[in-house]
């Protein structure tokens, strides 16, 4: 297994530029979180200081690259403003573009819902993807610099991204802003944003807090209880593959931070498990896994084969720590356990090469392989923090 991720992501970082000066940079956020976290785990597992570097240098070029104007722009510089001494040492501080491969739309452009999903600008839950991943580097390499990037971040996608209109309705975040973050692309609510800008910040709460030594770092107290809001009365299902695999990903998350003792919310760990709940089951009466792969999308696929291998993880959480769950929620994540057999199917499928020759896959090559990479080696994409064995509650 290790040595299929291998394989994959050293390929990955030949191919986008990253290892290799014969490909010109090819950065995508989505993908290229990821890719952080799966160079993170390979470095993890051999004691390999390799696959460090290139989780570094991948950092470095996604800030260089999606934290400046593109280059058919005739805006040049950080996306942020800023000077370019200033730039380097806070490269978040405008966001990160997408890395489409069309430019934005104008203020005044006609939208075209089509060609929209081709162009450039912000997307709120690959900012998220991207703190996280800025987290896990943060806590594997012990260099504070990268939490502080993850929370700069965090503090200017909060601000941009939420709005209140009309003028007196609740607060919501947008769904997509322009690249220089002045103006709405998209001004719908992704579903799932205001829990995954929750939990995030929460994340990135736990590892500032214990950071040791050092500057001190900024807090999240306002974005954190302004997210809590956003989420009220929300429902969380999705038959969405993709999706799914987000809400488990996120049950991960918050059962780490609760057995943790950072976080005390038992209603957000019982809603997330009744989501998930529902929406596998829902899945699986409906999923159409034995079309053929020309009909099928593998990143979305993968996505639930991912947020599938932290079941087992939440087990673990729940025997070490049953005293900060619900006493019946050991039966409800036994019945999530009852799916890990689709996630080892979808995972399986996508790892033959005969189903890799389809457009499908090769149109979408860089997220397909490193998310198949993350799928079969899961571990720093799925972890937040090492849990202490006892801590003191706080009220979040």
């Known amino acids: 297994m290790t040595a299929d991720v291998r394989q994959i992501m050293l390929e990955f970082a030949d191919q986008t530029g990253i290892s290799s000066t014969k490909h010109p940079p090819r950065r995508y956020l989505w993908t290229d979180a990821y890719a952080v976290c799966n160079f993170l785990s390979l470095y993890r597992r051999t004691d390999n200081d390799e696959y460090k570097q290139l ?13 400046r104007h593109r280059q058919d722009d005739p805006r040049s510089g950080w996306i942020s ?45 690959y900012l998220t993807k991207w703190m996280h991943a800025l987290a896990r580097t943060s806590s594997v390499t012990g260099e504070s610099r990268y939490c502080r990037w993850a929370l700069e ?10 709005t209140a ?19 709405p692309l998209v001004p719908s609510t992704g579903v799932h944003d205001p829990l995954d800008a929750y939990i995030t910040y929460n994340e990135l709460g736990l590892h500032s807090e214990r950071r040791e030594g050092g500057d001190s770092l900024p807090g999240l107290d306002a974005e954190i209880a302004e997210a809590a809001a956003m989420m009220a009365g929300h ?11 987000g809400l488990l990903f996120d049950m991960c998350r918050v059962f780490q931070l ?22 596998l089951n829902s899945f699986a009466a409906h999923a ?32 070490s720590h049953p ?3 619900a006493d019946d929620l050991q039966q409800d994540i036994e019945h999530l356990a009852r799916f890990i057999p689709l996630g080892e199917a979808i995972e399986h499928f996508w790892s033959q090469k005969k189903n890799q020759q389809v457009r499908t896959w090769l149109d979408h090559l860089d997220i397909n392989r490193v998310m198949l990479a993350t799928s079969l080696l899961p571990d720093e994409f799925l972890r937040v923090a090492e849990i202490p064995p006892t801590r003191r509650f706080s009220e979040r």
């Open 55 to 67: 989780a570094l240098s991948l950092i470095d070029q996604v800030h260089n690259v999606l934290g």
């Open 81 to 125: 403003g800023l000077s370019e001494e200033l730039g380097r040492n806070h490269p978040t501080a405008g966001g990160l573009r997408i890395g489409k491969k069309l430019n934005e739309r104008g203020a005044n452009d006609a939208f075209d819902d089509r060609l929209e999903w081709d162009r450039d600008g912000q997307y709120f839950h």
């Open 153 to 162: 971040l965090a503090q200017v996608a909060h601000a941009r991204f939420t």
């Open 165 to 183: 209109v009309p003028t007196g309705a609740p607060k919501r975040l947008l769904w997509k802003m322009s690249i220089d973050l002045s103006y």
């Open 235 to 245: 429902r969380w299902h999705t038959d969405d593959s993709l999706g799914l695999g």
């Open 258 to 279: 609760t057995a943790a003792a950072y976080l005390k919310n038992s209603s957000i760990v019982a809603a997330l498990t009744a989501a998930t709940t529902e929406s």
């Open 288 to 319: 159409r896994l034995s079309d053929p792969p020309e009909y099928r999308l593998a990143f979305r696929e993968l996505g639930l084969s991912i947020g599938l291998k932290a079941v087992p993880k939440l087990r673990s959480i729940l025997a």
């Open 323 to 325: 005293g900060s769950f």
